[in-house]
């Protein structure tokens, strides 16, 4: 899987957002500075957070950006999702709508098995657990494998 750096980016923003005191809002220029993301990329990637509810913006002189739900309740697959679309694609597609011959059919198993995979990490992770570097047990027992560090 490739991490696009628009997934990236809003997740970042996320945890900036999430860790504000009292909820406040905060403007795109200093999500941007604190992350070190482009002003530009990072405008489109709130408006995409936007559409998807996880993030609303806020006009005037105390405006900015917060987050639209309870960070416990938004997970990085909700984040991947609104920003880049299904997790797992096949030329655009989604694996269940892949078609292939008879001698090729088990690759669709390989792809459903490659997002039912990420869903286990992406879902149970939420921009709650991000914001306070807790990660559920879940995925830090997949973190604690050696061979996990190791490219491969």
Known sequence: MRVSAKADYALRALIEMAGQREASPVSA?????????????????????????????????SGGWRMGRDPAEV???????????????VYGLRPEAVSYNDSARVLQHVWIAARHSLRDVFEDVSIRDLAEGQL????????????AWQPH
């Open 136 to 147: 559920p047990e879940s995925v830090t027992r997949r973190t604690a494998d050696e061979d």
């Open 29 to 61: 220029e200093e999500l941007g500075r604190r992350q070190g993301i482009p002003h530009g990329f990072l405008q489109a990637i709130l408006a995409d957070l936007r559409r998807a509810g996880i993030v609303r913006s806020q006009r005037g002189q």
């Open 75 to 89: 997970s990085v697959a909700d984040v991947i999702r609104a920003v880049d679309g299904p997790l797992v694609s």
